[in-house]
């Protein structure tokens, strides 16, 4: 069965947490006992089962180190599984994005109807922009506070599509809900019959798995080289493309070609090797090749580069100076970089742009920039490559900034 990530973002107090509850309540994903504690508890409290407070408790739970870990929360439906990848704030979700420590697929964007877009609404779904994080979905929570108002859905919808489109995301659905009572969650709602979208759930089970980019060219970082009895084995993980025995590639930066003589998926030797497989090949003249190189095929390559566009996130206290020395990593490369122009320089909460043609970044701040490396890199835009698309600074063992490529010059 697929297994899909997603992540959940939107102002606070807009039910986020309720939502997380509602879901493993509704697919079943809790066990009896712990529903019928949470019934009684919330019952002592005078209210309904709380959702919210279900997982406090689980989060509780987590603390003393029992069963669910509330920062991958797993559930699934009938056709697939989800991990809901839980960001304590943005500040750890953009970092663990640009870092890949954490790849989410799709994002679920929640707006409470009554309040309408807020600060977080906005601050959140332009990060997710930022990220490239185009599969979304944005449910209007809390209906039931408008008295299930199609007028009011409409409004803040408007509203919500207006802002999204100018920050260039275009959700797949606006599903009215109300996580609390579990409306149109996983079943349709009685209560809101001029809806005639899909439940909350079968939206995401429309949504697509990102597939490993199987039908793009070969992208092939080097990430070592190892000499194993008098062999040299290059060993790395194929991003793009497949990657052939007998196959001539191109080696960048160098742009000497060479032909791949045997492919190792360990522990067995194969013909060929595709997207996401790790792997060590062979190659003719395999002397001239190290970490860092990029393998890719002769009419098709990536771009070689030392000047780029990018959108940075600065996550640092030290502040960020223009034309400062850094060290930057993409994929398996490593250099010296400086930025030479921070075009905007932006608060991240507000998204004001607080300056333009900057000088300095300070923490939390996003800058979009013009970037020069030492030596060229081999890039590609991000939502062409990730991995080749995105960057990060490092200072010391700190990384103190995460990138994402707009634009190659
Ligand atoms: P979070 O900060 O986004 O995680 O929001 P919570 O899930 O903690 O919800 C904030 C408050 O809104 C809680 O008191 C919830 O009970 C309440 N809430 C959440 N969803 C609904 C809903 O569909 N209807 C109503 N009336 N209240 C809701």
């Given at each position: 069965?697929?297994?899909l990530s997603f992540v959940i973002v939107g102002h606070?107090?807009h039910g986020k947490s309720t939502l997380i509850g509602r879901l493993l309540?509704d697919t079943?994903?809790?066990?009896?006992?712990?529903?019928?504690?949470?019934?009684?508890?919330?019952?002592?409290?005078?209210?309904?089962?709380?959702?919210?407070?279900?997982?406090?408790?689980?989060?509780?739970?987590?603390?003393?180190?029992?069963?669910?870990?509330?920062?991958?929360v797993?559930f699934?439906t009938?056709?697939r599984?989800y991990v809901i990848i839980d960001a304590?704030?943005?500040?750890?979700f953009?970092?663990?994005?640009?870092?890949?420590?954490?790849?989410a697929e799709a994002a679920v964007l929640i707006i409470d109807v009554?309040?309408?877009?807020?600060?977080q609404t906005?601050?959140h779904s332009?990060m997710l922009s930022?990220l490239?994080l185009h599969q979304v979905v944005v449910v209007l929570n809390?209906?039931?506070?408008?008295?299930?108002?199609?007028?009011?859905?409409?409004?803040?919808?408007?509203?919500a599509?207006?802002?999204l489109?100018?920050?260039?995301i275009?959700p797949f659905f606006y599903i009215p809900i109300?996580a609390?009572?579990?409306?149109n969650i996983a079943?349709?709602?009685?209560?809101?019959?001029?809806?005639?979208g899909p439940s909350f759930l079968e939206s995401l089970d429309s949504l697509k798995?990102?597939?490993?980019?199987?039908?793009?060219?070969?992208?092939?970082?080097?990430?070592?080289?190892?000499?194993?009895?008098?062999?040299?084995?290059?060993?790395?993980?194929?991003?793009?493309?497949?990657?052939?025995?007998?196959?001539?590639?191109?080696?960048?930066?160098?742009?000497?070609?060479?032909?791949?003589?045997?492919?190792?998926?360990?522990?067995?030797?194969?013909?060929?090797?595709?997207?996401?497989?790790?792997?060590?090949?062979?190659?003719?003249?395999?002397?001239?090749?190290?970490?860092?190189?990029?393998?890719?095929?002769?009419?098709?390559?990536?771009?070689?580069?030392?000047?780029?566009?990018?959108?940075?996130?600065?996550?640092?206290?030290?502040?960020?100076?223009?034309?400062?020395?850094?060290?930057?990593?993409?994929?398996?490369?490593?250099?010296?970089?400086?930025?030479?122009?921070?075009?905007?320089?932006?608060?991240?909460?507000?998204?004001?742009?607080?300056?333009?043609?900057?000088?300095?970044?300070?923490?939390?701040?996003?800058?979009?920039?013009?970037?020069?490396?030492?030596?060229?890199?081999?890039?590609?835009?991000?939502?062409?490559?990730?991995?080749?698309?995105?960057?990060?600074?490092?200072?010391?063992?700190?990384?103190?900034?995460?990138?994402?490529?707009?634009?190659?010059?």
């Open positions: 069965m697929d297994v606070v107090d309540y079943g994903s809790l066990p009896p006992d712990k529903i019928q504690e949470v019934r009684k508890a919330s019952a002592g409290r005078g209210r309904e089962t709380e959702f919210a407070y279900l997982l406090d408790h689980l989060e509780e739970e987590r603390e003393q180190g029992i069963t669910i870990d509330t920062t991958q797993f699934k009938d056709s599984r304590p704030g943005h500040v750890e953009v970092k663990n994005m640009i870092t890949g420590a954490s790849q009554a309040e309408g877009i807020k600060e906005k601050r332009y930022l490239g809390k209906m039931d506070l408008v008295g299930f108002s199609q007028e009011r859905f409409d409004a803040v919808k408007k509203d599509q207006q802002w489109k100018s920050i260039s275009e109300s609390i009572n579990g409306d079943a349709k709602s009685d209560k809101m019959t001029w809806y005639t798995n990102a597939q490993p980019p199987q039908d793009k060219a070969l992208i092939f970082p080097v990430q070592d080289v190892y000499k194993i009895d008098g062999d040299r084995i290059i060993a790395g993980r194929v991003e793009a493309g497949v990657l052939r025995a007998n196959q001539l590639v191109k080696v960048l930066p160098s742009g000497q070609t060479t032909k791949v003589t045997s492919i190792q998926k360990f522990p067995s030797r194969v013909e060929l090797a595709v997207a996401g497989e790790s792997i060590g090949i062979t190659t003719e003249d395999p002397l001239f090749l190290d970490r860092g190189d990029v393998l890719c095929t002769p009419d098709a390559e990536p771009t070689l580069t030392d000047t780029f566009d990018a959108t940075i996130f600065w996550m640092s206290k030290n502040e960020f100076k223009k034309n400062k020395k850094i060290t930057i990593r993409c994929a398996t490369q490593e250099t010296t970089a400086k930025v030479e122009r921070i075009d905007s320089r932006i608060d991240s909460s507000t998204l004001d742009i607080l300056e333009r043609d900057a000088g300095t970044l300070k923490n939390l701040e996003v800058g979009q920039v013009t970037i020069k490396t030492k030596a060229p890199l081999v890039i590609k835009s991000f939502n062409d490559v990730r991995e080749l698309g995105r960057f990060v600074f490092v200072e010391g063992d700190n990384i103190c900034a995460g990138g994402i490529i707009t634009c190659d010059k």
